[in-house]
């Protein structure tokens, strides 16, 4: 059975810092796009980043330079760090695993974690 599980989520104070995890299990990274989308109140879930099937790696301009996307594929766990982090990057993270590249879509993923909240007070 294929399961994504996050962790590392939590409440930090604005220019806080937060990594997120997910461990895989039921498949291994190769071939798949692994990556995180982020879905605020009120919106829909929208693509962060991720690491391709090819190894490249994709920021949407609101978290690059702010966050990294990384992987240990020995420990099936990839991880978006999360740096210098505003009000506005409250809300739930998902990460998620498919068969395309960026720019992610939330339909183009095959499997998906259960999210984890991640609050920024100002």
């Known amino acids: 059975e294929v399961q994504l599980v996050e962790s590392g989520g939590g409440l930090v104070q604005a220019g806080g810092s937060l990594r997120l995890s997910c461990a895989a299990s039921g498949f291994t990274f190769d071939g798949y796009t692994i990556g995180w989308f982020r879905q605020a109140p009120g919106k829909g879930r929208e693509g962060v980043s991720c690491i391709d099937y090819s190894g490249s790696i994709y920021y949407a301009d609101s978290w690059k330079g702010r966050f990294i996307i990384s992987s240990d594929n020995a420990k099936r766990t990839f991880y978006l760090q999360m740096s210098n982090l505003k009000p506005e990057d409250t809300a739930v993270y998902y990460c998620?695993?498919?068969?395309?590249?960026?720019?992610?879509?939330?339909?183009?993923?095959?499997?998906w974690g259960q999210g984890t909240q991640v609050t920024v007070s100002s």
């Open positions: 998620a695993a498919g068969g395309d590249s960026w720019p992610l879509e939330p339909q183009q993923m095959w499997y």
